[in-house]
């Protein structure tokens, strides 16, 4: 793997910037990301949720040709 640091004009302090992208790539791959759990919804939002499409779909039952 090669690094390369070009930012300043003394090579101590582009060879400690290389060091340190190095660094931090490895801390990158040595994370592991916490497992998800799935999760239900609560009942609360389900009646919600239902309720909210009744009365939507009562909105729209009643639009139409009037007689």
Do not use: C, W, Y
Not at 13 to 41: F, I, M, Y
């Amino acid at each position: 793997m090669v690094i390369k640091a070009q930012e300043f004009r003394s090579l101590d302090k582009n060879r400690a910037e290389a060091l340190r992208r190095l660094q931090a790539l490895v801390d990158s791959a040595a994370h592991v990301p916490k497992a998800r759990r799935p999760t239900r919804p609560t009942r609360g939002s389900v009646t919600r949720r239902l309720e909210g499409k009744a009365r939507r779909g009562a909105v729209k039952a009643g639009r139409g040709r009037v007689e």
